[in-house]
């Protein structure tokens, strides 16, 4: 991303720190309390042990990765090791137990990740609920290989993988399943993929279904699909935490936005 880019998002960082507000204004009790449980959550989990002690290890991994990007490619660098992904290119320790936490909050049967990278993630989601089935979609065939793996070593029976470009894989899979319970969207940071991601997946998901969305101001195009994909007939609640947003579906919620830390 070059200089100009990323100065293009400063005003959605802006808008996030002028709009943030606490749980003092939250008037719903329902987003009262699915805040307070999941700050409660998040502060209470420490990370999956096992788990770090491979992100440890990829950590001073310099095996080079090589295959192309099918998205729009790293902010911090082009030439990629396993310990730069480990650095740069998933979701830290913090981020993993706010997805962990919102498994065991909503209990998804069916979750589908779109970015599996180094499976670290993956990992995290398949064990905060071993009834449910983590369905992950990877582009990269040597970083569904390497995630593979990690779902061995932490015998993970839970966990099917998906090689190719999410664009020829996902319709194919979702024509399959019934229903999604809970998406992460978090693979090809170009506005108009996420804009694609959204509304195929949102025609599956369930009633109570949860969608979580990464990386929502990497760049101003991220950000605008963002708020057009907040507007949206179907989604009712939204919350944006600053890097990530989440979509509520369930039609009893009221259309409202929130702006929110964590
Ligand atoms: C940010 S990483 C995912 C991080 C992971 N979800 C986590 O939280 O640790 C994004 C991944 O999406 C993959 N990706 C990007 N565009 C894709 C596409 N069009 N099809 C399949 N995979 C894609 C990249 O190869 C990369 O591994």
Not at 197 to 214: C, N, P, Q, R, T
């Given at each position: 991303m070059s200089l100009t880019q990323a100065l293009k998002t400063i005003p959605a960082h802006l808008?996030?720190?002028?709009?943030?507000?606490?749980?003092?204004?939250l008037q719903s009790p329902f987003v009262y309390e699915f805040y307070a449980n999941l700050k409660q959550l998040i502060s209470k989990e420490g990370g999956i042990e096992e788990i770090e002690a491979i992100r440890r290890k990829f950590l001073t991994d310099a095996t080079p990765v090589t295959g192309t990007d099918m998205g729009a490619g790293s902010k911090v660098s082009t030439s990629k090791t396993i310990a730069k992904?480990?650095?740069?290119?998933?979701?830290?320790?913090?981020?993993?137990?706010?997805?962990?936490?919102?498994?065991?909050?909503?209990?998804?049967?069916?979750?589908?990740?779109l970015g599996t990278s180094l499976g670290i993630a993956t990992a995290y989601l398949a064990g905060a609920n071993n009834k449910g089935t983590v369905f992950t979609f990877e582009g990269n065939k040597e970083l569904v290989d390497i995630a593979g793996k990690v779902s061995e070593r932490l015998s993970m029976k839970n966990i099917r993988f998906f090689h190719g470009n999410i664009d020829d894989t996902l319709p194919g899979v979702l024509n399959e399943l019934e229903k999604v319970d809970m998406a992460i969207?978090?693979?090809?940071?170009?506005?108009?993929?996420?804009?694609?991601?959204?509304?195929?997946?949102?025609?599956?998901?369930?009633?109570?279904?949860?969608?979580?969305?990464?990386d929502i101001r990497w760049s101003a195009g991220m950000y605008r699909t963002w708020k057009e994909i907040i507007n949206d007939e179907k989604?009712?609640?939204?919350?944006?935490?600053?890097?990530?947003?989440?979509?509520?579906?369930?039609?009893?919620?009221?259309?409202?936005?929130y702006v929110l830390s964590l």
């Open positions: 808008e996030y720190f002028l709009e943030v507000v606490n749980e003092h204004s992904i480990a650095r740069h290119g998933i979701s830290t320790k913090r981020e993993c137990v706010m997805l962990a936490s919102l498994v065991k909050m909503f209990n998804p049967y069916i979750i589908v990740e969207i978090d693979a090809n940071h170009r506005g108009e993929a996420l804009w694609r991601y959204f509304h195929w997946l949102k025609e599956k998901m369930s009633k109570a279904g949860l969608m979580v969305i990464d989604v009712t609640l939204s919350m944006d935490f600053h890097k990530r947003g989440l979509l509520f579906f369930d039609s009893h919620l009221n259309k409202e936005h």
